[in-house]
């Protein structure tokens, strides 16, 4: 039995990265788009937004530019992992469609919420490149707003990190784990889980959060199924 049917699945660039620290490894790619293939069998209906934090960072990066050109090259860089997503999935005989924030017409389609929505009915994986097409934005924000706009039920959150600590874990080993957590907690306790208005977006929407660990991919399956992995925010 599902414990949800449509989602939004949020991967991070450096997920997409693997080992390698930078740019995309293909077996990461591959093992993650094989459990999306096996979520989509189970009759789940899922969109994806992709970081691109893998090529670029636009405030880390691009410390020495101005702002908004530095946040559009990372935007940049969340359409490449999008086409080799789209890629990889196609390849594995799933019907998907690329949609970016910033219009690329020869490349992916634009976003448009009725198409995207029918595309989700159809039993198409939607992926959303390019965050929300606004600099100061992260691709977390992107996130909240692209699930709150196809009524998903949930965010699954593949990040490197099994779940939300008290502090960073690689840090500090007294970083106490929460099974789980509320969006004000996170936001009073200062949590680096998302940032401030991805939180409060989810929050005012009432979207729940699943935080888990994508370096084992089938945790997407497991979620599905009704399986307790990682921190649920609420």
Wanted: charged residues 25%.
């Amino acid at each position: 039995m599902l414990a949800y049917k449509r989602v939004l699945l949020k991967i991070s660039g450096e997920a997409m990265s693997g080992e390698l620290g930078h740019g995309i490894d293909p077996d990461i790619v591959g093992s993650i788009c094989d459990q999306i293939k096996k979520a989509l069998d189970m009759g789940v209906e899922m969109s994806i937004v992709v970081g691109g934090g893998n090529f670029w960072r636009g405030a880390r990066n691009g410390h020495k530019m101005v702002r908004t050109t530095a946040d559009y090259m990372g935007m940049l860089a969340t359409a490449i992992n999008g086409l080799a997503l789209q890629d990889a999935l196609e390849a594995r005989g799933i019907h998907t469609r690329l949609q970016t924030a910033i219009e690329m017409r020869q490349i992916a389609e634009p976003y448009i919420k009725r198409k995207a929505t029918k595309h989700l009915s159809k039993g198409r994986i939607v992926i959303f490149a390019c965050g929300t097409g606004n600099p100061f934005f992260s691709t977390d924000t992107a996130a909240a707003l692209r699930a709150a706009e196809m009524d998903s039920e949930v965010i699954l959150f593949a990040k490197t990190i099994d779940g939300v600590y008290s502090a960073d874990p690689k840090v500090d080993p007294a970083a106490i784990k929460y099974d789980e957590i509320t969006y004000m907690d996170i936001l009073n306790q200062d949590l680096k889980v998302m940032d401030a208005t991805a939180t409060s977006l989810c929050r005012d929407n009432h979207i729940p959060l699943q935080v888990f660990d994508i370096s084992h991919p089938e945790n997407i399956v497991k979620i599905l199924q009704g399986e307790k992995i990682g921190t649920i925010v609420k």
